[in-house]
C-alpha cells in the first residue's frame, strides 16, 4: 500500500472515534491486506477484481459507496493522488456527501470530526467540519506520517458491483515514465530544480544529486512550463504538495506558489545566486553562489562521503 493511504489509516485508527476499516481495491491486490492490518485497520475489505486494475475512478467509487450504504460508515479517508481525488469527488457526489479536501490533520470532538486545512497560501491553518455523515476526508500528500499500530486486519472479501456506467471508460494505454529512486511523494531527500539552471540539460546536475543522496527529484512550474521537466515533478500550488526531511532548492527565486508546495519541508536548503532571493527568507541554510559550480561540488562531496 502506498505510504500515504497507510498514513491516513493510522491516523483514523488513532482518534479512538470508533472502529475503523480499510479498504484496498484493484486487481491481485490481497497480499497487501496485512500491511492496512499492521496500521489499525480491524477489518480490511478487499475488492480484487480484474475490471479494478486499470486506475479509473468510477468503478472504486462504486466498492465504496456500496460498502457505506451496506454498513453505515460515516467517515471516508483517503490519500491525495489524482485518483484518489477523483473518487473522493465521485464518491461525494454519489453519496451526497461533505468533502474537505487538502487536510493536513484531523482530530476526534466528542461526537464530531474535525479537520485542519491550509487556508490563503498556507498562511492560516483553519478547522473545517461536516454537517452530516457521510464525511468525506481528503489529506494532503506528504501531511501524515504511517505509524504501526497493529490490529485485527480480519479480512473480509467483498463481491464487487459495478455499475453500467463506471465500466464506460476503459484506459486504453499506460505508459510509466522512468523511475529509479523514490517518487517525490514518498522520498526523504528531494532535490529541486528551476530557472535557475538555465537549459533542460542540466537537470543532470539535480539528478546526480538527488541519485547521490537516494533521494527524488522536483522542479517549479516555470521549468516544467517550459518543457525542461514533466509535470509529475511540480511542487507547488497547482503541482504536489511534499514534506521531506530535506529539501534542496537549486536555481529557485522562492515564489508564493512553490513555497505552499515545499514549506513543510523538514530541512530546506537554498542555492542560489542572488542574495535577495525570496527563498532565503524560509530557507534553513542559504548557500549564495552559482548552482553550476556549487551542485557538482555537492554531489562529488556526498559520493565520496557514502563511499
Ligand atoms: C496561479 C499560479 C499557480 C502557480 N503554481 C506554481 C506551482 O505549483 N509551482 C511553482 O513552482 N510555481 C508555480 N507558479 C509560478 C510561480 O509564481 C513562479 O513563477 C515559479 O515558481 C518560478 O520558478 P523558478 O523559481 O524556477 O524561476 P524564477 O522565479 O525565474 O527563479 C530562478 C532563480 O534562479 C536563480 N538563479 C539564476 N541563475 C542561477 C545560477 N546560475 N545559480 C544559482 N541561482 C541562479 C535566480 O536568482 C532566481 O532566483 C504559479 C503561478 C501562478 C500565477
Known sequence: MQKGSLAVLSKAASLGAGEVAGVIAGSGVEPLAAQAGAHGAATVYVADDPRLEAPLPQPRVDVLAQLVEEQGFETVLLAQSILASDVAAGLAARLEAGLNW???????????????????????????????????????????????????????????????????????????????????????????????????????????????????????RAVVDAGWYPYSAQVGQTGKSVSPTLYIACGISGAIQHKVGMQSSKTIVAINKDPNAPIFEFADLGVVGDLHTIVPKLTELVQARRA
Open 102 to 220: 487538502q487536510l493536513t490533520d484531523i482530530a476526534a470532538d466528542g461526537d464530531a470530526l474535525v479537520g485542519k486545512q491550509s487556508a490563503l497560501g498556507d498562511s492560516v491553518v483553519v478547522d473545517v467540519g461536516w454537517r452530516a455523515t457521510p464525511r468525506i476526508g481528503l489529506f494532503r500528500a506528504g501531511a501524515l506520517d504511517p505509524v504501526e499500530q497493529p490490529a485485527a486486519g480480519a479480512v473480509e472479501h467483498l463481491e464487487v458491483q459495478l455499475r453500467e456506467h463506471s465500466l464506460a471508460a476503459e484506459m486504453v494505454e499506460q505508459a510509466h515514465a522512468e523511475q529509479t529512486g523514490p517518487s517525490i511523494e514518498d522520498a526523504d531527500v528531494i532535490v529541486a530544480g528551476g530557472r535557475g539552471l538555465g537549459e533542460p540539460e542540466k537537470f543532470a546536475l539535480v539528478e546526480e544529486l538527488a541519485k547521490a543522496l537516494g533521494g527524488a527529484v522536483a522542479a517549479t
